[in-house]
């Protein structure tokens, strides 16, 4: 058993959550509390009301998620808001959530993760925001259908879309997890020649193939997952606990 207390004290230093700029939505950290004691972790990458019965059902009292409870605002207490929160206190789960924060993070990232399972060398932040880089990239030596499949290896043999539009000999990628498709055009300029992420919008595509570069969409989802799983991994071992990943895929 740990302190509810010290383990948000550990995140909260070890994602540095007060520095990390983020959207409105996020509210990084604790968002939900409990009794002040954990049991047994778990991790996901949203806060839904399916993803929460999987949490109670599996014994666990402190969820990481990456994309936390209010991403649409304020809303009335009722429906599925009412069910999600009334199931999470009726079972004592503690709900805490890092968007940016984990995104960013130089070891548990997303965007960390993703490059080392691409064996992507040379790494150096990428695409600034707000004072903060958004993503990484760096070299690879391979072929864009070697990279391609090394992308599908890395999110599970998940469906990949790619727009082939730059070199089929892949040398500057740019990494940027979740849904950073639309800043193409900014990753062009920085001179990747190939751009990494989950989604984009549809524009984004045939600005690719004028812009000349090779994008990747590996899935909002999938390219989201790396994050909560390295630190729900790390925490455990910080404090002694069990750990498990709830899959609640969206299929975005």
């Given at each position: ?5 010290q ?11 007060n ?12 968002q ?18 399916p ?22 605002g304020?809303?009335?207490i ?6 999600k ?8 789960l ?9 995104d ?6 997303n965007?960390?993760?993703?490059t080392r ?7 150096a932040p ?7 880089h958004?993503?990484l ?5 391979m ?19 790619l727009?082939?539009?730059?070199p089929?000999?892949?040398a ?29 919008p549809h ?5 690719a ?9 590996a ?14 991994e790390?925490?455990a071992a ?5 750990w498990?990943?709830?899959?609640h895929?969206?299929?975005?």
């Open positions: 058993m740990a302190g509810l207390e383990i948000v004290d550990y995140l909260g230093d070890y994602l540095r959550v520095e990390i700029p983020d959207f409105p939505g996020a509210h990084n950290g604790l939900l509390e409990n009794d002040g004691n954990v049991r047994k972790l778990g991790a996901a990458v949203d806060a839904s009301l993803v929460i019965e999987k949490a109670v059902a599996a014994g666990v009292d402190f969820l990481i998620v990456h994309h936390g409870m209010f991403w649409s304020a809303q009335m009722r429906g599925g808001v009412y069910r929160l009334k199931r999470a206190m009726d079972a004592n503690a709900i805490y959530s890092a968007h940016l924060p984990l960013v993070h130089p070891e548990s990232g965007n960390a993760v993703l399972l691409l064996e992507m060398e040379e790494t990428f695409l600034e925001w707000k004072g903060i958004l993503g990239r760096g070299r690879v030596t072929t864009r259908e070697q990279l391609l499949e090394a992308v599908r290896a890395a999110v599970g043999g998940g469906r990949v879309h727009c082939p539009a730059g089929a000999e892949v500057v990628v740019g990494v940027v997890t979740g849904g950073a498709g639309g800043e193409v055009a900014r990753a062009a300029e920085e001179g990747v020649d190939t751009l990494v992420t989950g989604e984009g524009w984004s595509y045939t600005a193939e004028e812009l000349g570069i090779n994008v990747f969409y899935g909002h989802y999938a390219t989201e997952t790396f994050g909560v799983k390295a630190l729900a790390n925490l910080h404090e002694g606990l069990d498990e990943f709830l899959d895929p969206t299929g975005m």
